[in-house]
């Protein structure tokens, strides 16, 4: 939750001596195919090795009261063992949709990572400490209704940190909106944050 469950998972996994490699994996999540492949290596302290990639299109990422995420994924993760893996990529985001109020908004907390942008943090090793270098970006994705603003958002952002302590840098600009006050209206014809 709130991402949903992982569906029809199908597939081929070679495993020989400490070392496995994935032929094939198939598996639906909100209806839309993901596909998995790679190799990873392991011993008694963790991964010694991996390479394995994962791949989705239009696929929902957020399903919650406020936010409607969706995307396409082009994932890897990799190690050699002398650091931990990292997750790196390409996030495309598309026919999004956010109804917040800014109540919401406002009680972002800097100190704790799953109460700031990007709104996560695993904390539970190994996962934990694994390093994050995941491009994020969408022209026009997002539609915005609020009480207090209604707008497309794009987004051009760099997912860097660790899964416990995830950053999102970068830049999220309004495209076009309208800020909604009780006495009128103000149009926005760009805004960046």
Known sequence: DPVGPVRDISGRIEFNDRQAEIKSFHATMGGQPLVAGGTAAWNSGGLTNADVFLRAKNLSLVRS????????LDLRITTDGTTPPTI????LLSNSLLFQDLTQLVSIDLKQPERRPPFFSVSDPPLADWQLDVRVRGQKFLRVLSPVFKGEVSSGLQLTGTLKEPLALGEVSIDKGQMLFPFGSLDVTHGTI
Request: aromatic letters at 8%; proline letters at 0%.
């Open 65 to 72: 009261l406020n936010l409607f995420l969706r995307g396409d």
């Open 88 to 91: 790196s990529g390409d996030l």
